[in-house]
T-cell receptor, first 116, second 115 residues
Framework: AQSVTQPDIHITVSEGASLELRCNYS??????LFWYVQSPGQGLQLLLK??????LVQGIKGFEAEFKRSQSSFNLRKPSVHWSDAAEYFC??????????????FGRGTQLTVWP | KAGVTQTPRYLIKTRGQQVTLSCSPI?????VSWYQQTPGQGLQFLFE???????NKGNFPGRFSGRQFSNSRSEMNVSTLELGDSALYLC??????????????FGAGSRLTVL
């Protein structure tokens, strides 16, 4: 079965600093990968997705992520963090076939705090 | 276009009661999925409906059920509520295609508190 690990429960960065959130997945084939963001009391908003092709994908709000098959990773990055980026970030994997097609498996999330 | 709409946004129930949550998907989306989010267990998949049929189901007890109507709107029901059912219930819609990736768009959620 698919699974996702986000090793960092909580990350604190200063405004203007760079950011990298880690995500490792487990899946036998090439997965579909997603990053979602959740602000307090809100639903999940899609930041970016990887299906195939170029391993560096661009998303909304200046975020990007790189798929590395050899490391089973899909880390999220942003060159300069803004105070409004403070939120919880979820990495998710989706199977490309089988009985769980379409279902998302989420990591436990990384809470991002931004210092002014 | 309108997003995924969930109602009610907040509700409080007592143990033993039942609750029904509603989800209206994005127009043209035929798949609706439900997830439960709690601090202890994170985001857990409940079930997915496609064209009025349950296509996928997570590991939840039978107290959790759902259905989908011909207009793709979905409801989920929790009977005999327990304290542990307190959670944010998220609905997501997608085109539900049988091959290729399905991009899920989430609603704002229904926050259930069980007293």
């Amino acid at each position: 079965a698919q699974s996702v690990t986000q090793p960092d429960i909580h990350i604190t960065v200063s405004e203007g600093a760079s950011l990298e959130l880690r995500c490792n997945y487990s899946y036998g084939a090439t997965p579909y990968l997603f990053w979602y963001v959740q602000s307090p009391g809100q639903g999940l908003q899609l930041l970016l997705k990887y299906f195939s092709g170029d391993t560096l994908v661009q998303g909304i709000k200046g975020f990007e992520a790189e798929f590395k098959r050899s490391q089973s990773s899909f880390n999220l990055r942003k060159p300069s963090v803004h105070w409004s980026d403070a939120a919880e970030y979820f990495c998710a994997v989706q199977a490309d076939r089988g009985s769980t097609l379409g279902r998302l498996y989420f990591g436990r999330g990384t809470q991002l705090t931004v210092w002014p | 276009k309108a997003g995924v709409t969930q109602t009610p946004r907040y509700l409080i129930k007592t143990r033993g009661q039942q609750v029904t949550l509603s989800c209206s998907p994005i127009s043209g989306h035929r798949s609706v999925s439900w997830y439960q989010q709690t601090p202890g267990q994170g985001l857990q998949f409940l079930f997915e409906y496609f064209s009025e049929t349950q296509r996928n189901k997570g590991n939840f007890p039978g107290r959790f059920s759902g259905r989908q109507f011909s207009n793709s709107r979905s409801e989920m029901n929790v009977s005999t509520l327990e304290l542990g059912d307190s959670a944010l219930y998220l609905c997501a819609s997608s085109k539900g295609q049988s091959s290729g990736a399905n991009v899920l768009t989430f609603g704002a959620g229904s926050r259930l508190t069980v007293l």
